[in-house]
């Protein structure tokens, strides 16, 4: 492959130039077949070209995972498969939530490259143990954990902890190492990794998911069941460190004073379920209905908040009142200790499924993170079923229960099921897309997920058009270019009408790039929710760069540019890049009611193509977008050498 | 005098407070070598910073047996590093575990309040800690008690 390897490329490097600031300047290779661990050096050039996170990790998959000369990909399942659980630069600085981990690698659910974010202490025990990043590959014979401390870096014996959900595997952990909290970050597999299930995540740190496209399979793949680092004693310089906290204190005073960051610093995302049920963006019941079915105003965030017992929890350094612990305090299940559900929790295991116990709510959703099972696609996958029960579908027999909507005990079995491939389990743990396909008929119709295969967000985004567009082109299979933040740094229109497919498409594709940039900082995508130009001056200060807005979009475009490069080799194409029936259809009731994206989808997809430079036909960034990238390297590979 | 107060039921644990104050002990960001600490209650569902709440009775300074130890103008009593031969005395000597070790420069070293600006109380995003005029109590004592007895609020 065309770029150097990165170790090569650090010791070729004659009269090195110093580390930048803020970098522990190693990354931990893990070879799991080879049971061996090793320290590699990366150069100060790749720190500034990379970042960390998915700019690293892209990079490490275009170089790593090729076949057949650049012409294929390796499959998410085989030994060469790579599993990068990268951090960045900001991590572990007193910048608001930075311990953030991105994992990068071949997933389960599309078969092609992915990226997603996960947060806790990951990044900063890790950067402050000495590495930047850990490089995951091969496959171990027996089921192993990865244990880091400072330089004791062992792969252990992991047979203690197998079965164990994802918070009994941390405590089970942290028990053998006599260590508790924060001295000691797992992020690990439940269940449901180690039974391949295609939606199987990472969880961490109680309450922390790196959620898609089935990373946790790759990782029970590679029968890796956990990585436990313990707090580390390096130090982490910065070029200019009083740049550093005045940055932090100015990126927290955007989160706590800006009318767009006040509410999830005041809530976290909670506010989420009754401002989106008033746009038509709520999943309602699979989207059989756009309308609420509970009376919402039991739904604001301050109620949703005071409905529990609950204790801030909070990620390093992060002063959001976004994630707590929080305790059911009646009903079944009165009394446990669950961590409390994002939007995304209350819309999964909630709204999507026609529930309303929000102590049963709360509970399914830890359950879910338990066993290790992406909370989205487990929502698609459970309403779609209990939708296809209604309409007979899918039989009882099938089942081998009754499934109704709201039917929080039943949608645990069904969890249980598919966490451990019983049953029907089997067939529904390949996630929504393949199950649907392979029963076809009516019962395919009903099903929400995009041809790419990964999992949509847990939206009902016929009236979010952006995230709909946004899920279906992206490189990574789900969300891409994210939510738009301050877009008038980027010089594009701060209101658009959402159902003007034209104005939708020019803004995903004007944002393209912010957030590859932030998840290659260590930063968690709640605290980037500020202007870039204050992100580019904290990591300046940090590493003594002069990191400007244009090289931030830039390299978030050139890492977009690399994922995508990657996807086309896995063989996911553009004719893939469309919703299902049911994700693209047109609400027939409801705030966005009669809305149909279906009228304007090709015209959307056209659109974003010449707006972010890529090949319509063949899918891929055209010669002179990466020119502009300065990706030329990338422009011979895809395009052969200059005419 | 005003010392460091600690109101352990606001601290949520993010060990922003271990940063800031590990770059005005060291120069660097180095939690490791922070005096103050935030310790885990309850497994993993509460936390709490600790450091020293300059005793009055000031055991370090009296255990000293070179003086290293003395009162600086914030009133917090500071180790003086040219005269600290790093015996460790100290360390034994103070009752809370307040006092430190740092094998990589042979010196004791603890809360000295910043000099007068602590950097902790400024770090701190939930106000769990501050700076401020009150008389020295114990901070943590019932709160370590009763979680280290029972989970979280109404719950046994
Ligand atoms: S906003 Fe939430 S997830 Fe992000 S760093 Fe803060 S506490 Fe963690
Ligand atoms: S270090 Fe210990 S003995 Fe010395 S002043 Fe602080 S609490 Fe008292
Ligand atoms: S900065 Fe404040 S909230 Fe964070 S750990 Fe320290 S005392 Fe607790």
């Known amino acids: ?643 | 005098m005003r010392i460091l107060k600690i109101m352990p039921e606001k601290c949520t644990g993010c060990l922003r407070c271990e940063i800031a104050c590990s770059y005005m002990q060291t120069g660097t960001f180095q939690p490791a070598k922070s005096v103050i600490r935030v310790s885990p209650f309850e497994g993993h569902t509460s936390y709490a910073p600790y450091t020293c709440p300059q005793c009055a009775e000031g055991w370090c300074m009296t255990a000293c047996p070179v003086g290293a130890i003395t009162i600086n103008a914030a009133g917090a009593k500071d180790v003086l590093d040219d005269t600290c031969v790093g015996c460790k005395l100290c360390t034994i000597a103070c009752p809370y575990g307040t006092m430190f070790y740092d094998p990589d420069t042979r010196k004791a070293f603890k809360c000295n309040l910043c000099g007068g600006d602590p950097a902790c109380a400024q770090a701190c995003p939930t106000a769990a800690i501050t700076y401020d005029d009150v008389p020295t109590v114990d901070w943590l004592g019932d709160f370590a008690a009763e979680r280290t007895t029972r989970l979280l609020a109404g719950v046994r």
């Open chain 1, 1 to 643: 492959m065309s770029p150097p390897t990165l170790a090569a490329s650090a010791t070729k490097t004659k009269s090195a130039p110093a580390r930048p600031g803020a970098y522990a300047g190693r990354l931990l290779r893990v070879d799991l077949t080879r049971k061996k661990c090793w320290a590699e050096p990366w150069s100060p050039d790749e720190m500034r070209d990379l970042l960390g996170g998915v700019g690293l990790g892209a990079l490490i998959l275009y170089r790593e995972t090729a076949t057949r000369g650049g012409k294929g990909n390796v499959a998410w399942d085989h030994p060469d498969n790579r599993l990068v659980l990268a951090t960045g630069p900001l991590a572990g600085l007193p910048v608001w939530g930075t311990g953030a981990l991105t994992v990068v690698t071949i997933g389960a659910q599309t078969n092609g490259p992915t990226s997603t974010q996960a947060n806790g202490f990951f990044g900063t025990n890790l950067k402050y143990s000495g590495y930047d990043a850990i490089i995951v590959q091969g496959r171990s014979k027996d089921w192993a954990y990865l244990y880091i401390d400072d330089d004791v870096v062992e792969l252990r014996d992991a047979k203690f902890l197998l079965d164990k959900d994802t918070w009994e595997t941390q405590e089970a952990l942290g028990a053998a190492h006599g260590l508790s909290g924060h001295q000691l970050s797992v992020y690990a597999i439940g269940p449901a990794g180690e039974n391949l299930v295609r939606f199987a995540a990472i969880h961490g740190d109680y309450g922390h998911v790196a959620s898609k496209n089935g990373c946790g399979a790759v990782m029970g793949k590679k029968k890796l069941k956990a990585v436990a680092i313990v707090k580390g004693t390096q130090a982490l310089t910065a070029a200019d460190y009083r740049g550093v906290i005045q940055a932090a204190d100015d990126i927290a005073h955007d989160l706590r004073t800006d009318p767009s960051a006040k509410s999830l610093y005041e809530y976290g995302t909670l506010p989420g379920v009754v401002n989106l049920s008033k746009l038509g963006m709520l999943p309602i019941k699979n989207y059989t209905t756009n309308v609420p079915y509970d009376d919402t105003s039991t739904w604001e965030a301050p109620k949703l908040r005071e409905g529990f017992d609950h204790r801030g929890h909070q990620c390093n350094a992060c002063g959001m009142h976004h994630c707590h612990m929080q305790v059911i305090r009646g009903g079944e299940h009165k009394g446990k200790v669950v961590d409390e559900p994002e939007y995304e929790g209350w819309s999964g295991c909630g709204w999507q499924i026609g529930a309303r116990d929000k102590e049963g709510i709360s509970w399914l959703n830890t359950e879910c993170d338990r066993a290790c099972v992406d909370v989205n696609e487990f929502g698609w996958v459970c309403g779609w079923v209990m939708e296809c029960q209604e309409k007979g579908y899918i039989t009882k027999q099938q089942l081998g229960f009754e499934l109704r909507w709201g039917d929080i005990k039943g949608a645990h079995r069904l969890l249980r099921m598919i966490s451990h491939r019983e049953g029907l389990g089997d067939l529904l743990a390949e996630g929504v897309k393949i199950a649907a396909e392979r029963l076809g008929g009516r019962a395919k119709e009903c099903a929400i997920y995009t041809l790419l295969g990964a999992s949509p967000r847990g939206h009902d985004h016929r009236g979010r058009w952006d995230e709909m567009l946004d899920t279906c082109t992206a490189g990574t299979g789900t969300l891409e270019s994210g939510v738009p933040v301050h877009v008038a740094e980027l010089g594009l229109p701060t209101r658009i009408t959402p159902f003007d497919g034209e104005a939708v498409s020019r803004q995903v594709a004007g944002i393209l790039g912010r957030r590859h940039f932030e998840d290659s900082l260590g930063i968690c995508i709640f605290t980037a929710r500020t202007r870039m130009e204050n992100l580019c001056r904290a990591l300046s200060a940090a590493t003594g760069w002069y990191y400007t807005l244009d090289e931030a979009m830039r390299f978030g475009r050139r890492t977009a540019a690399i994922l995508r490069s990657v996807r086309l080799r896995c063989g996911i194409g553009p004719k893939l890049e469309r919703p299902s029936a049911r994700y693209g259809s047109t609400p027939h009731d409801g705030p966005a009611k009669g809305q149909a994206v279906s009228e304007q989808w090709e015209k959307m997809v056209d659109t974003w193509y010449v707006q972010v430079g890529y090949d319509r036909k063949t899918g891929k960034p055209l010669p002179k977008t990466l020119k502009d990238l300065r990706l030329d390297w990338l422009a011979r590979d895809l395009w052969g050498a200059k005419k």
